[in-house]
């Protein structure tokens, strides 16, 4: 059951317009339900899904929604670990799946020096960041306030986070256990379970067990 308060406003009749006319188009079962899924969530909150998004899936092929599929697992908050190979080849990703993701402008930092991200305390006093991945959650602690590290990764353009909530809603274990694993080697607490979102928009850690 789903407990969201209904959102106080509806989709513009511009958005619903737009997505109509894109969705009347599509043949294949799997991107009928991609539509289906981006009016579902633009109705249960207005805004989700922008006109340039709408604009943008009418060029998605049966192929690259698999891809998306098959990618949206891999995403924390907004980025994909890289910085154990061996791990990303074990969940079945090629590195020319993260390419064409970048080149249909999904992705970005594929390849080259690729990007590094450094994650911020999220208190005081001592360090504290969260990562999340499909109702999985991640914490690394030190008690160094001003411990900072550069976390490998490619990252999502802005097109790429909003259709990436049309994947899978399963994190996949494997990769995110490998980045709590090198969050470990560079000297913080790493503890992993999963959170439940609170009435306030608070999260809270369940079943959270040290790595």
Same mark, same amino acid.
């Given at each position: 059951?789903?407990?969201?308060?209904?959102?106080?406003?509806?989709?513009?009749?511009?958005?619903?317009?737009?997505?109509? =006319?894109?969705?009347?188009?599509?043949?294949?079962?799997?991107?009928?339900?991609?539509?289906?899924? $981006?009016?579902?969530?633009?109705?249960?909150?207005?805004?989700?899904?922008?006109?340039?998004?709408?604009?943008?899936?009418?060029?998605?092929?049966?192929?690259?929604?698999?891809?998306?599929?098959?990618?949206?697992?891999? $995403?924390?908050?907004?980025?994909?670990?890289?910085?154990?190979?061996? &791990?990303? =080849?074990?969940?079945?990703? $090629?590195?020319?799946?993260?390419?064409?993701?970048?080149?249909?402008?999904?992705?970005?930092?594929?390849?080259?020096?690729?990007?590094?991200?450094?994650?911020?305390?999220?208190?005081?006093?001592?360090?504290? &960041?969260?990562?999340?991945?499909?109702?999985?959650?991640?914490?690394?602690?030190?008690? =160094?306030?001003?411990?900072?590290?550069?976390?490998?990764?490619?990252?999502?353009?802005?097109?790429?986070?909003?259709?990436?909530?049309?994947?899978?809603?399963?994190?996949?274990?494997?990769?995110?256990?490998?980045?709590?694993?090198?969050?470990?080697?560079?000297?913080?607490?790493?503890?992993?379970?999963?959170?439940?979102?609170?009435?306030?928009?608070?999260?809270?850690?369940?079943?959270?067990?040290?790595?």
């Amino acid at each position: 059951m789903d407990d969201t308060p209904p959102p106080d406003r509806s989709p513009s009749g511009d958005w619903l317009l737009r997505w109509r =006319d894109s969705a009347a188009g599509v043949a294949s079962e799997e991107l009928q339900m991609l539509w289906g899924k $981006v009016l579902a969530g633009e109705v249960k909150s207005p805004g989700t899904y922008s006109l340039r998004t709408l604009e943008f899936m009418r060029s998605l092929s049966q192929e690259d929604a698999k891809l998306i599929e098959k990618i949206a697992p891999l $995403v924390v908050d907004g980025f994909i670990f890289i910085g154990n190979q061996q &791990a990303l =080849d074990e969940t079945g990703v $090629v590195f020319g799946e993260l390419l064409e993701l970048q080149d249909i402008g999904i992705l970005k930092g594929v390849g080259g020096l690729g990007l590094t991200i450094t994650p911020k305390s999220v208190v005081q006093g001592r360090f504290l &960041a969260a990562f999340r991945c499909h109702g999985a959650l991640l914490l690394a602690t030190h008690p =160094d306030a001003g411990k900072a590290v550069s976390l490998p990764c490619c990252g999502l353009t802005a097109i790429g986070q909003q259709v990436m909530t049309l994947g899978t809603s399963q994190p996949n274990t494997l990769l995110f256990r490998a980045l709590g694993a090198w969050l470990k080697q560079q000297g913080y607490e790493v503890s992993i379970g999963r959170y439940q979102q609170l009435s306030d928009g608070q999260l809270t850690g369940v079943d959270m067990q040290l790595l």
